[in-house]
Every structure is written in C-alpha cells, then in structure tokens.
C-alpha cells in the first residue's frame, strides 16, 4: 500500500511538471487579446462587469470552429486598463449553507433564492449534489438565455446563448483573473436583476479563487483589466457525472477535479500548434525528477 500510495503521489508530480506551462500559455493568450488586436468575429458587445463598469465587454468567436475549441469573453483592448477595473457581479444562486457560508450572499441579495439554470439538467443526469453551492462551487454566468428564452425582453438588451456556439451547459470554463488560471463550471445565466448586459458573473467560491476571500467579502473593487472567459466547446468539455471531484471537501479540491480537464483543454485547444515551451534542463526537470527519487527512496 505504501509503494503505491507513493506511486500515485510520484504521478502527481510528473503531471505538475507537464502541465507547468498551462497558465504560461495562457497569459501569451491574455497579452495578445490585449495587446492591440481586435476580434473577427464578434458574438455579442457593448456588454459590462457590473453596473458601475464600461459597456467595453464582448464575446467572440474567432477559435469556435478551430481545434475544438472555444469561445472568448474579454474587455475591448482599446479601453486602457484603468477603464476596466470595477466591482464584478457576484452570483450566488444554488444551494447556500455549508461551513463557507459567510452570510455574503444574504447581505447581497433579498429575496427567495433561486436555483442555477441547469439544476433541472442536473437532476435529471443524477448528479450527486442537487443544485451548486455558490459558496463552493466555482462556477459562472455566462449568456443572457435561459432555456432558449430571453431573460429580459428589452429590444436594447444584448442576445448571446453560449449553447449558439457549442458550448454544453454544466461545461468546463477557464477564467484568467488577477494573474491567475482557475477552472469552474457554465451553470448559470445572466439574469433580469440588475437590468443590464452582463459579460458574466462569479460564485462566491470563483471569486474568492480570484481575488481572495478578504477583498471579496468587504466587496472591494476588482481590478478585471486582465479577465477573460474561455468557455470550451462540445460535449468533450462537460465533465458531468465522473468527471468532476464531487466527494471534495474543499472549494480548492473540487477547483483541483476540474483542472485536469481544463489543463488538456488548453493544451489542445488555446495552444494546438505550438510546441511546448523550452525549459531550464536543471531548473525544472530535475527538481521533478529528485522529487519523485524523495518519495521512491522513502515509501
């Protein structure tokens, strides 16, 4: 038992070690979204963050129909990132309660609490859990439809279903923010509250991944100069029932089920050309190989 635990444990470093680049691989996505060039193929602008943000937000559509793939959420990168720091909308629709319950949700919202859009998709597909906790689950808003109906009939309101492009409700998204890479789920819609476009919107336990707990709870400003949404396409990108870590105990654990779906992902789909990058031979592989000899040596 031991030799296997220290097996499984010596994969697990190997795995870190290939899949180190993900994030690096991300931010050569994120420097060029930003850096000047503009989408082709727009799917929905004029979006924001949150009431106080620029309408600068669009979706785009540019990688749907190659390796796979995805579609892109991100600010204009015309707007200086000054004009992109705001507060981000935080959802908390789902099944509250648990030991992350800070209360946050009920000093935000009044009012019966609702259930995510795909809860009834949920049911159906016997998933362990009856609705997301946004407390726990990192998940987003994605999209102003709800069961291919709008969720606010305003001729002025923006039209984009994500499932128009592919993308499977309860699918894997990446979100780069504040610097970093974090994995959730599409489970819900933007809804009629706040009466305006939305780009998308975070769970508690999202945003708490991005910005930490603290920032998020006094309900500081965000700096979302830097965010984007990739919303993978096709059913490969639905971890559904087996794919996700269900029996976690913790938000980071279950963040941890998703990423290794979400890091493949972004080796074939944001990066399906590209060769791995070049690595410092004594830097990086050897501090691997020496850890895997520790855990041999000492199982």
């Known amino acids: 038992m031991r030799l ?21 691989r991300v931010k050569e996505l994120q420097d060029r979204l930003r850096g000047g060039s503009e989408c082709n193929k727009t799917l929905a602008s004029g979006l924001r963050t949150s009431l106080d943000g620029p309408n600068t937000w669009y979706y785009c559509g540019d990688y749907v129909k190659t390796a796979g793939s995805f579609v892109y959420a991100a600010g204009s990168t015309t707007a200086s990132s000054t004009n992109q720091s705001s507060s981000l909308t935080i959802d908390c629709n789902g099944i509250r309660g648990g030991p992350e319950d800070t209360g946050l949700c009920n000093r935000l919202y009044h009012g019966p609490t609702k259930s995510t859009a795909f809860q009834s998709r949920m049911k159906a597909s016997r998933f362990p859990v009856k609705d997301l906790n946004p407390y726990f689950h990192p998940y987003v808003a994605l999209g102003d439809f709800h069961d291919g109906q709008r969720v606010y009939d305003d001729d002025d309101f923006v039209d984009f279903d994500p499932q128009d492009q592919i993308v499977q409700p ?6 780069v923010c504040n610097n ?3 994995f959730g789920l599409w489970a819900d819609t933007n809804n009629d509250t706040v009466r305006q476009p939305l780009v998308g919107q975070f769970s508690v ?45 913790t938000p980071e654990e279950f963040e941890k089920g998703l990423a290794l779906l979400g890091n493949k992902l972004i080796r ?23 850890m895997v000899i520790c855990i041999v040596m000492h199982s």
Request: aromatic share 12%; net charge negative; glycine share 6%.
């Open 4 to 24: 296997l635990r220290a097996a499984v444990t010596a994969a697990t470093f190997v795995f870190l070690c290939a899949t180190e680049d993900v994030p690096l």
């Open 170 to 175: 309860l699918s894997l998204v990446g979100v």
């Open 180 to 182: 970093k890479l974090v």
């Open 205 to 249: 336990a999202m945003a708490k991944m991005c910005y930490g707990e603290h920032v998020v709870e006094t309900q500081q400003p965000l700096d979302t100069s830097d965010l984007i949404f990739l919303a993978f396409t096709g059913t490969q990108a639905t971890p559904g029932y087996y794919g996700a870590d269900w029996d976690a105990e």
């Open 268 to 290: 074939k789909r944001v990066f399906p050309n590209k060769a791995a990058p070049k690595r410092d031979l004594p830097g990086a592989l050897i501090f691997c190989v020496f």
